[in-house]
T-cell receptor, first 114, second 109 residues
Framework: DAGVIQSPRHEVTEMGQEVTLRCKPI?????LFWYRQTMMRGLELLIY????????DSGMPEDRFSAKMPNASFSTLKIQPSEPRDSAVYFC????????????FGEGSWLTVV | RKEVEQDPGPFNVPEGATVAFNCTYS??????FFWYRQDCRKEPKLLMS???SGNEDGRFTAQLNRASQYISLLIRDSKLSDSATYLC??????????FGTGTRLTVIP
């Protein structure tokens, strides 16, 4: 069974460059989440979608971050311009809408901004 | 105050030992509780849900104390393969999952 698929797995980029992270959720899941994980702050929810519609983007750190979900099988998280403090692991996750539902994470995109 | 707080550890225990982690949450309206496991450089994966009456899955026991707003995870007869970071997760609202920063466990031969 295909899980949540993220790309790229690793990216090193220079400050000021645009970064685009991609995610394919598990087929049939109607929720999609973007998380960021750092040593200092742990896992933070950035934004989540329900049926392709953004529901809560209060975790998006600033205007440099944007996320889209043009269809049920694809989402992007974009950082423009990137800064060194954006270096983190970005996880995409998906789930069904049921009580006590489990969310399934992708393997993460490891971003380093130099 | 953070939604979920955990002791980051690390907990270093010998094989066969019993170890317990606690986690506290701030929102009394929280509805669902979970423990996730995260191996080094991997994604978090569900270990077990936590039910009001407490629940057990093999060597793992999870408990919830709503009055004191904490959940716990007990691991008996620790194995080397239990070495990982354990994340406490609290669900509040429709889909607001709050993760603790994790407790790191190392089981030593």
């Amino acid at each position: 069974d295909a899980g949540v698929i993220q790309s790229p797995r690793h990216e090193v980029t220079e400050m000021g460059q645009e970064v685009t992270l991609r995610c394919k959720p598990i087929s049939g899941h109607d929720y999609l989440f973007w998380y960021r994980q750092t040593m200092m702050r742990g896992l933070e929810l950035l934004i989540y979608f329900n049926n392709n519609v953004p529901i809560d983007d209060s975790g998006m750190p600033e205007d440099r971050f944007s996320a889209k979900m043009p269809n049920a099988s694809f989402s992007t998280l974009k950082i423009q311009p990137s800064e060194p403090r954006d270096s983190a692991v970005y996880f995409c996750a998906s789930s069904f809408l049921v009580p006590g539902n489990t969310i399934y994470f992708g393997e993460g995109s490891w971003l380093t901004v130099v | 105050r953070k939604e979920v707080e955990q002791d980051p550890g690390p907990f270093n225990v010998p094989e066969g030992a019993t170890v317990a982690f606690n986690c506290t949450y701030s929102n009394s309206a929280s509805q669902s509780f979970f423990w996730y496991r995260q191996d080094c450089r991997k994604e978090p994966k569900l270990l077990m849900s936590v039910y009001s009456s407490g629940n057990e899955d093999g060597r793992f026991t999870a408990q919830l104390n709503r009055a004191s707003q904490y959940i716990s995870l007990l691991i008996r007869d620790s194995k080397l393969s239990d070495s990982a970071t354990y994340l406490c997760v609290v669900k509040t609202g429709a889909n607001n999952l709050f993760f603790g920063t994790g407790t790191r466990l190392t089981v030593i031969p």
